[in-house]
C-alpha cells in the first residue's frame, strides 16, 4: 500500500462506548468512515481495539492493522516513533479503550506531539463519561474542574476531599473525580464521613448503560440511602453549599 499523498495527513481522535452497548446506539455514522480508510491505531489495549474496529468496520482486513499500544508499559522510546506513519504519509486513528481520547486518557501526550509536529488533528464525536456526569449532575456547568484520581492513603484522601470542598466553596466550582471501580464503596463512605452534610454530592456510574444510576443530593441525604456501587464504574462530584 501506498503513502497517502492526495489528502492530508490527520491523527484522528476516535471516541469509543463506555460498555458495551451497541455500536449504533452510542456513536455517530460519521466514525465508520475514518475507520474503515485507516490501517494505523494507536490503541490502549489491542484486543480490545480489534474487536472495536471489527464491529464498526466488519468488512476490514484485521491483517493490515498496525497497532500502537500506549499504555504504563509503554516506554518513551516507543513513544517517540508512535507518529512516524503520520510524518510518512499515512494517517492515523488513536483509541481509547472507553470514551474520549486524551480525556482522562493517556493520549493527551500524542495529541501534544502531533500538535508538535504539525499533524492535523480531527476530534470526531463520542460519549465522555466525565461530560455526561457533569450534564445530568444539576452543578455548576460553567465553572468545573476534573481532578483525576483522589490519594489511596487515607488521610491524604481525606485532606484532599476537604481541599475540593473549600475549592468548590471558594470558587462557586463543580469538582468532579474517580475511582477505581472495586474502591468505589470506600471511596463513597469517605465522602459522607469527610464532607459537610450540605454539601452536593452527584454519583454518576454505568453511564449509556442499562444499569445506568445518576443521582445528587446533600450528604446528609446520601447518609440514608444505599447504593451499590461495587465494580461499576463511576463519577463522583460535588459542590459546597452553605
Not at 23 to 30: D, K, M, R, Y
Not at 185 to 194: P, V
Not at 213 to 224: A, D, E, G, R
Request: proline share 7%; with cysteine; glycine share 6%.
Amino acid at each position: 500500500m501506498s503513502a497517502q499523498t492526495s489528502n492530508p495527513v490527520v491523527l484522528h481522535l476516535i471516541p469509543t462506548p463506555l460498555g458495551d452497548n451497541p455500536i449504533i446506539e452510542i456513536l455517530p455514522i460519521s466514525i465508520k468512515k475514518p475507520i474503515e480508510g485507516l490501517n494505523h491505531f494507536i490503541v490502549e489495549n489491542e484486543k480490545m481495539a480489534r474487536r472495536f474496529i471489527k464491529k464498526v468496520a466488519p468488512n476490514k482486513n484485521q491483517n493490515d492493522l498496525h497497532l500502537y499500544p500506549l499504555n504504563k508499559f509503554t516506554t518513551e522510546e516507543e513513544l517517540i516513533n508512535y507518529l512516524n506513519p503520520c510524518l510518512e504519509g499515512y494517517s492515523m486513528g488513536l483509541l481509547s479503550d472507553a470514551g474520549c481520547p486524551g480525556v482522562a486518557d493517556p493520549g493527551a501526550v500524542i495529541v501534544s506531539r502531533a500538535h508538535q509536529k504539525g499533524i492535523t488533528v480531527k476530534p470526531h464525536v463520542g460519549p465522555s463519561s466525565i461530560l455526561l456526569a457533569l450534564m445530568s449532575s444539576g452543578m455548576n456547568g460553567q465553572s468545573f474542574a476534573f481532578n483525576g484520581y483522589l490519594p489511596i492513603d487515607k488521610k491524604q484522601r481525606t485532606q484532599a476531599l476537604l481541599k475540593l470542598q473549600r475549592l468548590s466553596l471558594k470558587e462557586k466550582q463543580t469538582q468532579i473525580f474517580i475511582e477505581t471501580p472495586y474502591r468505589n464503596e470506600a471511596l463513597l463512605q469517605e465522602i459522607l464521613k469527610t464532607l459537610d452534610p450540605n454539601t452536593l454530592l452527584c454519583v454518576a456510574c454505568d453511564l449509556t448503560l442499562p444499569t445506568e444510576f445518576i443521582s445528587t443530593s446533600t450528604v446528609l441525604q446520601w447518609k440514608k440511602r444505599k447504593v451499590d456501587l461495587n465494580k461499576r464504574p463511576a463519577i463522583f462530584l460535588i459542590e459546597g453549599s452553605y
